[in-house]
């Protein structure tokens, strides 16, 4: 039995016998998390066709043809298809998702996704199945966003056997956690066990870490009292490892008041450079990673700052 306020279409109902229908339920369409994931995939598909002139505003209506995924897999892979530019037939607006998925199911999955979508489904505007493939290309192609993580919906499914309808009420998950859908999870490290299982732990790490940067960077006047935050703009990481290597690090190198995604990603990229150049391992987070709030990147970048530098004065 279906919850009361789900509503289904009588156009829902309209199937032969044995198949299926997929809707996604009413009141998952106002999940906030379900919300901010549409709102940034929309920003991400507007930023990265700008040149193309093409603006998303609704995802089930601006993607079911096939155009704006086909000209998003193309900036993405930097690979041209082969498909008519405009159709404006059923047939032809298949035929080109046909083309645009093979390649797209080509490239992820031997990275272990399942296809959760298909060409009658994206067609027949399933926002579930559009978000899935969506999220699969931004965790792919490491698109420079953060996705909400653990997103789930629920979905009506109404199948017809022997002329009787069924219906079900089915939980899908949309995102899981950054790492797990980027394929990190076979890098679990100590970080992961103490996000997972022992909170209490990690906040001794991180009070040793604020210690430790707090001892160099009070030199400059400046103290850290929010890890994860202040170091996201990348201007602390550059100057305590110029606090750490023992030099001054040219203004003219960075950004000191960094206002957008790029300058901060740079600052982040340079300070990875500096810790190189000082023998350090190139660091396992992305400059994104950090420049995105995420906890476990920037503590695995001060600890292996600890680690190496944790007797200098």
Not at 57 to 86: H, I
Not at 210 to 235: M, P, R, Y
Request: proline residues 4%.
């Amino acid at each position: 039995m279906l919850p009361t306020g789900t509503d289904i279409h009588p156009e829902d109902t309209l199937l032969e016998d044995n198949a299926e229908r997929v809707m996604l339920d009413p009141t998952s369409r106002e999940n906030l998390k379900f919300k901010d994931l549409l709102k940034v995939l929309i920003d991400w598909i507007n930023s990265e066709l700008e040149e193309d002139r093409i603006i998303v505003k609704d995802l089930e209506e601006d993607c079911y043809d096939g155009q704006v995924l086909q000209k998003l897999f193309e900036k993405l892979s930097g690979r041209k298809l082969n498909v008519a530019e405009v159709t404006q037939s059923e047939i032809g607006q298949k035929q080109k998702l046909q083309t645009v998925l093979e390649a797209v199911n080509e490239l992820l999955r031997p990275h272990g996704w399942t296809s959760e979508w298909s060409v009658d489904s994206i067609h027949s505007k399933n926002l579930v199945a559009i978000v899935h493939l969506l999220v699969a290309l931004a965790m792919h192609f490491q698109a420079p966003i953060r996705l909400p993580e653990h997103v789930s919906v629920q979905v009506v499914v109404v199948k017809k056997r022997e002329g009787i309808l069924q219906t079900a009420l089915v939980s899908k998950e949309l995102t899981s956690t950054t790492e797990m859908m980027m394929g990190r999870f076979a890098e679990r490290d100590a970080f992961d066990t103490l996000l997972d299982h022992a909170p209490d732990k990690l906040n001794v790490v991180k009070t040793s870490l604020i210690t430790f940067v707090n001892k160099h960077l009070n030199k400059l006047n400046l103290e850290v009292t929010e890890l994860e935050s202040q170091f996201a703009d990348g201007v602390y990481l550059i100057l305590l490892m110029g606090l750490l290597e023992n030099y001054f690090v040219p203004l003219y190198n960075f950004f000191l008041t960094p206002e957008s995604f790029e300058q901060k990603v740079h600052n982040v990229a340079f300070a990875f450079e500096l810790m190189q150049d000082g023998g350090l391992k190139k660091p396992k987070a992305r400059p994104e990673d950090v420049v995105n709030l995420n906890l476990k990147s920037t503590l695995r970048v001060l600890y292996n700052l600890f680690t190496n530098y944790k007797n200098s004065e």
